[in-house]
Antibody
Framework: QVQLVQSGAEVKKPGSSVKVSCKPS????????ISWVRQAPGQGLEWMGG????????NYAQKFQGRVTITADESTSTAYMELSSLRSEDTAVYYC?????????????WGQGTLVTVSS | DIQMTQSPSSLSASVGDRVTITCRAS??????LNWYQQKPGKAPKLLIY???SLQSGVPSRFSGSGSGTDFTLTISSLQPEDFATYYC?????????FGQGTKVEIK
């Protein structure tokens, strides 16, 4: 059974950074791309970007370009999402999600979510 | 960016009802359309991928159709556990945009 286990909730000050981790269990880590999706309170889902650990390539939504960095550490089989220059609007649940190995690109497994609260 | 528009934004239905949710893309996305179900406080769950393929383990009362710009998610007979919010998502290009969601509530 595949599980994506994320790090715990964070409370951050405006202007600071947060780094959330995502560790898949089951499957070969480098065989699957990982994306990050966030959900502000009471709002919908927003794709932030993703990484393909096998190729080491990343892709970011324009909205987050320059503020988000997605990385993968193959030695620990862990993916990370770091968001900088935090503001109150970044308060959200952040999910990692795994891309199925398919030409159609869909998220077949999701992490449990990490609540990031930005507050002074 | 490709805009995904779902309708309705919410609906009320009874157990046993047939429910249809539509999703429209701002440009053709061929069959690169996925549907997810989300319950409060939980991560989304994949229901349908590639517009009409049922994810393993998902009940057959869920079905998807469409291609190009217009897509439909149908629940043939609504069950108590189906009350949730449903999102479509295009995977044709990045950013991989979601619809705004459709909340299915108990009538």
């Amino acid at each position: 059974q595949v599980q994506l286990v994320q790090s715990g909730a964070e409370v951050k000050k405006p202007g600071s950074s947060v780094k959330v981790s995502c560790k898949p269990s089951g499957g070969t880590f480098s065989s699957y791309a990982i994306s990050w999706v966030r959900q502000a309170p009471g709002q919908g889902l927003e794709w932030m970007g993703g990484i393909n650990p096998f190729f080491g390539t990343t892709n970011y939504a324009q909205k987050f370009q320059g503020r988000v960095t997605i990385t993968a550490d193959e030695s620990t089989s862990t993916a990370y999402m770091e968001l900088s220059s935090l503001r109150s609007e970044d308060t959200a649940v952040y999910y990692c999600a795994r891309d199925a190995r398919s030409d159609y690109l869909y998220f077949d497994y999701w992490g449990q979510g990490t609540l990031v609260t930005v507050s002074s | 960016d490709i805009q995904m528009t779902q309708s309705p934004s919410s609906l009320s239905a009874s157990v046993g009802d047939r429910v249809t949710i539509t999703c429209r893309a701002s440009q053709s996305i061929r069959s690169y359309l996925n549907w997810y179900q989300q319950k409060p406080g939980k991560a989304p769950k994949l229901l349908i991928y590639a517009a009409s393929s049922l994810q393993s383990g998902v009940p057959s009362r869920f079905s998807g159709s469409g291609s190009g710009t217009d897509f439909t998610l149908t629940i043939s007979s609504l069950q108590p556990e189906d009350f949730a919010t449903y999102y479509c998502q295009q995977s044709y290009t990045t950013p991989r945009t979601f619809g705004q969601g459709t909340k299915v509530e108990i009538k």
